[in-house]
Structure formats: C-alpha cells, structure tokens
C-alpha cells in the first residue's frame, strides 16, 4: 500500500479526502491529512510517505512548495475537487508509483549483478582456478551479455608508486573512496570491450580486459594498452599519479587464465 499525503487549508477538500471510501481497493493507505504547511512540513519530516496533495492560500503553499522542492523523490498528485476526479488521481498516481517501483527494483538487481560480475573477475586476477565447466555456469548465472569465455582476454599488472603517499596526504576521503574513483577511471570501457579493476592496495593493482564481441588476442592485447595510456593520462591531469605498468599479458581465452592460475596453485 502507498501512503499519501495531503496539505489543505481548505476545508472541503480536506472532507473529500477523509470520507472517500475508494483507498485501499486502489492501492493506497487511507490519507494522512493536514491542514496547514508547517503540520504538513512536520509530518513529512517524522513519516514515510509516497506522494503528497496539496491546495493552500498563496502564503502558506509558497512556505509548503519551498519545502517540497528539497524533497524530489515525492510524487505529487493532483488535488481533486470531487470523487470523481480523486478516483482518476489515485490512479494515475498508482500507476507512476507501481511504474517507478519497478524501475527500482530492476536497477537494483542490475546492480547486484554487476557487482558479482566484478567479484568473479576478481576472482581470477586474485589467482582463483576454475575449471571450465565452472567457468561456464558462472558466466551463464552472471548474464554476461555478449560475452564468451572462449574469447580472448588480457590482463595487466601495475603499480601507482606514491599510491600509498596520495592516500595518506593528499586523498582525505579513505581508501575506499580512493578505490570507487580509481575503479570509475579503469573500468569506463567501450560498447565492445569491459574492464574490471582489481585494487591489492593503494598502489598495486590489476585489471582484465573482456570482449564483447569477436576479437584476436592481438586486437584485445592493443586495446587493452590503449585503454591503459587512456586512464594513465587522467591520472596524470586530474590526481598527479605515475602508472607504471609491470606487464600486459594476453590469453587465447578466459579458460586459459583459469589454467595458468590453476598450475600457479598446484606449485
């Protein structure tokens, strides 16, 4: 159920709003209402709600809208007169709410998604060995679109020297700041190319490069060194930081790092 509220110095609205009998089978809780700007600030402040109502004279609506404009995720409705214009409004404002909800809860598990998406890649450039039948249903349950684990992928070690410096003088925010702006430099990829960072600590790091569509081992080898002269020339401008790369190594495909990464265990 939504919650709505309603603000209206008038009396007759507020009367409409309190006898119509229609809430629940439209999907909200029966209103909270009140008859002022600072009772409806007040109520705002200490409750949840969904949407708000609102008709008052000019001084009190200007003090209730100033307040309103700090309060973005609130849908406002349309104040009705009478029943049937309430009905349409309930409505209307049901469908945006359900339509926004929605919208939430898909991001959300987009967004879990792609954290587990980068967790498993940091899986294996932390040196996890996965067998390929593994490998497969990891990438299936993870809804890697586009991409292949018998395409070719690269990975690059490198080091940011006053890494550990920039966090202790320069950066004031925690390490965990730093990590979320380094991560949001290395990981900007292309349509057909995605990256996940790796961050060991501030000033050792590792990132994979991925395909999303068809490319040689040397097409993502290039990319991937472009990609890093990209991200070294924004830390260079915009945080003063060296990148000084250790290594760029290419693989025929993912399932190739899994095996190397295997025989680095067994020995």
């Known amino acids: 159920m939504y919650r709505l509220l309603l603000v209206s110095d008038r009396e007759e609205i507020r009367a409409l709003y309190a006898r119509y ?31 708000v109502s609102s ?3 000019v001084g009190e609506g200007k003090r209730f809208f100033s307040y309103l404009s700090r ?28 339509s926004r909800d929605a919208r939430c809860q898909e991001k959300q598990v987009d967004d879990l998604t792609r954290a587990m998406q980068g967790e498993f890649f940091c899986d294996l450039l932390r040196g996890e060995a ?60 292309e349509e057909d190319m995605a990256f996940v960072l790796l961050v060991i600590n501030p000033h050792h790091m590792r990132l994979i490069a991925l395909p999303r569509r068809e490319m040689t081992r040397e097409q993502v080898y290039e990319r991937m060194i472009t990609h890093l002269t990209r991200c070294q020339m924004i830390l260079e401008e915009y945080f003063e930081l060296t990148l000084n790369i250790k290594r760029v190594v290419p693989y025929d495909s993912l399932y190739a790092l899994g095996r190397e990464n295997a025989l680095r265990t067994a020995h």
């Open 21 to 51: 009998t229609e809430w629940e089978t439209l999907g909200f809780e029966h209103p909270t209402i009140a008859s002022s700007a600072q009772e409806g600030i007040e109520l705002l402040s200490k409750g949840r709600f969904d949407a």
């Open 55 to 57: 008709l008052l004279s």
């Open 71 to 98: 309060r973005p995720e609130l849908l406002g409705m349309e104040t009705a007169r009478d029943e049937e214009r309430l009905r349409r409004e309930i409505s209307s404002a049901r469908r945006t709410l359900s």
């Open 130 to 189: 996965y067998d390929p039948p593994t490998m497969d249903e990891r990438v299936r349950s993870l809804k890697m679109v586009g991409f292949s684990p018998a395409n070719p992928v690269a990975t690059a070690s490198f080091r940011l020297p006053q890494g550990d410096y920039f966090l202790a003088e320069v950066w004031r925010y925690g390490r965990d700041r730093l990590e979320n702006a380094l991560k949001n430099i290395f990981e900007n990829g």
